[in-house]
C-alpha cells in the first residue's frame, strides 16, 4: 500500500461533498407530494448509488498496490456510477414539467438518444485511427468506461431535447438535466482516471459529481411549479433528428477519405443511431395518429355542437336543416309542426331568465316524451320550437293536438306554477320551413292556443300584416285611430250607467281594419303600449266631457298585460286622471281572464299597485279562462264580466235558463263582487240573466259600439225623458241573428270595455253600477 497523494486526498474530499448534496436531494423529495415527490426521491436514489460508487472506488484505489491498468476497479468504478446515472436520467424523465405523460418521457429519452448517437459517431471519429484525436492518452485498456461515455452523451442529449421541448418555465427542467449531464462526465473521469492511474482525471471527476448533485438539488426546489402544458404534436420540431444525421454523415465522409476503417465502435454508434430514430418515428405516427382521431372527435363533437340547441339539447336551425335534407325520400312524406309558445316573454321580464330557460327545459323535455322514433325535435331560437316527423298532414295534426294539450300543462319552476299555452303551424309541401312558420303566425292571429295547417292564402295574410305594422306606426299621428262607446245598462231597467271604450281604425285605403286582425300586430310589433296610452288618455278625456255635463257614468277601458307589466303603469293612469280631473272610480280598467294564467303572483302585485290609485278593476270573459276559485279570491278585482259564451251556449242547446250564470252570479255576490254579463243579444238571453239575480248587462241587445256624440244624446235623453230615433247605419240588419262583438285576442290580451266600480257614491244606482260589453265582428275594440 502506498501513500495517497495529494490529489486523491482532495479527489476524495470532495466526494465527500456530493454526500450533502444527496441528503438535500432526499428532503425535497419528502416535502413534496404526488409527481415531484417522485421524481425527486428517484433522483436522491440515483445521487446516492453514483455517490456510494466513486466514494468506494476512490478508496479502494487508495488502499490497493495492483499494477495500472487497474481494470477490474475502474469497470467496478465505471458500471456503478453509470447505474447512478441512469437512476438519475429516469428521474430527470418523470420530473414534473418534462414531460406530459410516461410516453411523451420515453420519446424524449430517444430523442436524447438519437442526440447522443449522433455524439458517439463523431467522438469514434475523432479518436480512432488515423485521427487519434487524444493520441497515448486514449484509454483504449478500460472499454468498460464507455458506459459511463454512453451515458454521458445521452444525457447531453436529453439537456438538448428538454431545452427544446419541455414545458414553460424549461429552466428547471434543463439545469436538472445538465446537472445530470455532469455527473455522468464525472463517472467517465473516475473510471477511467482509477483504471490508468491519472489522478488529475480522478480530481476532476470528484469535483464534477458533487457540482452536478448540487445544481440538482438546487433546481429542484422550484420544480413543482405551475408549468405550462403544450401537447400539441404538430408544433413539435424536427431539427434534433436532422442535423445529428447531417453530422454523422460528414464524419463518416471526412473519416472514410482520410483512408480510416469502420471498426465496431463506429457501427455501433450507427446502428443505435438508426434503431432510434426508427423507434421515435414509430412512437411519433403513433402520437399522429392519436393526435388525428382526437381532433375528428373533437371535430365530430364541435360539428354536433353546431347543430344542437345548448339549452335544452335539441336540434338547433342548423340541425333541422340537416335532418330535411337528409330526410328527403319521395315515399316518406315529411311535415314539419311548429311550435311557438303564447306568453312566454312575460315569463322573462317578470320571473327572469333563470326560470325562462328552466321552462324551456321542460318543453324540451315534454317534446322526447311525446315522439316517435326518428322524429327531430328542434329549437329554433327563443320560445320557437319545431318537429320534423314523417307521415301524412292528417297525422301530423293529430300529433300537434296533443302536443298542444301536453304544452298546456302547467310548469312547475322553483315552487312557481306558470302556465302557458302553445300555437301550432303544420305545413307538409313546399318551403316547410317557412310554411310552418307562417301556419303558426296565423294560428296566433286567430287567437293562440290553437293548430292551423298552411294554406297557400297566409301568403296574402302575412303581406297584409306587414302593411298593417307598416301603417299601424303612423295611425295615431295621422288620426286615423278613434274610440266608440258600447253603453252597459242596468237590469231590468235598461237605463245606461256606463260604457266601454272601443278602438276602432280606419285606413283611407286598407278601410275598416277589424281590431282582433290590428291588435295582434300591435302586441307582436311593440306598439300596444303606445296605443293604450292613446286610448286611455281620450276615454278619459271624454269621460270628463260627460261628467262636466252633468251625466253620472263611468267609462271602462280594457288592459293588455304588456300595459300592466310597464313600469309605473299606475302611476301613467294617475297622470291621466289628474290631468283631466277624473274621479277615479269612475274609471274601470278590465284584464282578461287569460292574462291571470300567467303569473298570479306578479298580476296580483300588479293591480293591488293599481287599486291604490282609486280606479275600479274587472276580470274580463270569467269563464272562458283558467281562473280557479282559489284564484278568485285573492285577486284584487271589484267586478266579474260574464263571458258571452256562459250567456249564450245554454239557450242554443235547451232553450232554457242559464245554469251557469246563475252559479257564476251567485259566487260573484258572495265573494263581495259586482257581476256584469256581456254577450247579451236576445230578450231570452236577458230574461236568463236577470233571472240569476245580474243588475249589469251588455251586448248588441242594448246598443252597438257608437260614436261618443250618439251616446251623450241617448244619456240627454234619459234627462229629458225622450229616447232619440236610433241611427240606421248602427242598427244590424232587418232579420240577421244576434252577433257578438267580442274579440278574442289570445291569452294575455283584451278588449276595451266598461266597467262598473262599486263604490259607495253609486249606491243609490241600483242596477248602474256594473260594466259589460259584447260587440259585433265589425265593432270589436281594444284598449
Known sequence: MQSPSGVELAGLAGLLIAVPAVALLGNSGRRHTGAARRAHLILALGGALATAAALAGLISALLTDAPVPRIH??????????????????????????????????????DGVVIAAAFWFVGWVLLTEPTHLLGGATPMACPSILVPAGLAVISLGLTIVLALHAHRPRLTTVRVAGGVT???????????????????????????????????ARAVKVADRPVEVVGDVSERGTAYAVVPMFAMVAALGWHLSQSGEFDFYGYLGASVEGFALVARQYLALGDV?????????????????????????????????????????????????????????????????????????????RLRRNLLAGDVAARLGGDEFAILMRGTADEATLTAHRLLAVLGEPYEVEGISIFLSASLGVA??????????????????????????YQPRYDELLRRRGTLESELRHAIDREELRLVFQPVVALPSMRPVGAEALLRWHHPTLGAVRPD???????????????????????????????????????????SPKELHAADYAGQVADVLAEHGVPPQRLV????????????????????????????????????????????????????????????EPESRTGEAAPLVDVVVRLGHRLGLEVLAEGIGTPAQRSSVEEAGCRLGQGSLFGWGVPAEHLEAQLDSLRTGTRPVPQPRNEPPKGAAARSQVVTLG?????????????????????????????????????
Not at 294 to 302: C, D, G, M, V, Y
Not at 434 to 444: H, N, T
Request: charged share 25%; hydrophobic share 45%.
Open 73 to 110: 476497479l475502474g469497470s467496478a468504478v465505471a458500471i456503478g456510477t453509470a447505474i447512478g446515472t441512469l437512476t438519475l436520467l429516469v428521474g430527470t424523465a418523470v420530473l414534473p414539467g418534462a414531460a406530459e405523460s410516461p410516453g411523451a418521457a420515453l420519446r424524449h429519452l430517444l
Open 289 to 365: 395518429r392519436r393526435y388525428t382521431l382526437k381532433l375528428r372527435q373533437s371535430e365530430a363533437h364541435f360539428r354536433e355542437l353546431a347543430h344542437t340547441d345548448p339549452l335544452t339539447g335539441l336540434a338547433n336551425r342548423r340541425g333541422l336543416q340537416r335532418a330535411l335534407k337528409e330526410c328527403q325520400c319521395p315515399e316518406e312524406p315529411l311535415v314539419l309542426v311548429g311550435i311557438d309558445l303564447d306568453g312566454f316573454k312575460t315569463v322573462n321580464d317578470v320571473r327572469g331568465h333563470d326560470v325562462g330557460d328552466a321552462v324551456l327545459v321542460e318543453v324540451g323535455e
Open 589 to 648: 280598467l278590465e284584464v282578461t281572464e287569460h292574462a291571470v294564467a300567467t303569473d298570479m303572483d306578479e298580476l296580483i302585485s300588479r293591480l293591488a299597485e293599481l287599486r291604490t290609485t282609486g280606479v275600479r278593476i274587472a276580470l274580463d270573459d270569467f269563464g272562458a279562462g283558467y281562473s280557479s276559485l282559489s284564484q278568485l279570491r285573492t285577486l284584487p278585482v271589484d267586478i266579474l264580466k260574464i263571458d258571452r259564451l256562459l250567456v249564450a
Open 517 to 559: 286582425e290590428f291588435i295582434p300586430v300591435a302586441e307582436e310589433a311593440g306598439l300596444i303600449n303606445r296605443i293604450g296610452s292613446w286610448v286611455l288618455d281620450n276615454a278619459c278625456k271624454q269621460l270628463a266631457d260627460w261628467l262636466a255635463k252633468g251625466h253620472d257614468v263611468w267609462v271602462s277601458v280594457n288592459l
Open 182 to 216: 455532469l455527473v455522468a462526465i464525472a463517472a467517465v473521469a473516475l473510471g477511467g482516471g482509477i483504471c490508468q492511474d491519472r489522478d488529475i482525471d480522478v480530481l476532476c471527476g470528484a469535483l464534477l459529481l458533487p457540482g452536478g448533485l448540487f445544481i440538482i
Open 747 to 783: 291569452p294575455g290580451m283584451k278588449q276595451l270595455r266598461a266597467v262598473l266600480p262599486t263604490d259607495p257614491t253609486f249606491g243609490s244606482m241600483v242596477g248602474d253600477q256594473n260594466v259589460g260589453s259584447v260587440d259585433s265582428p265589425s265593432e270589436m275594440g281594444q284598449g
Open 428 to 453: 307538409d309541401t313546399g318551403e316547410l320551413i317557412r310554411d310552418a312558420d307562417l301556419a303558426l303566425r296565423y294560428a296566433k292571429q286567430r287567437g293562440k292556443n290553437r293548430v292551423e295547417r
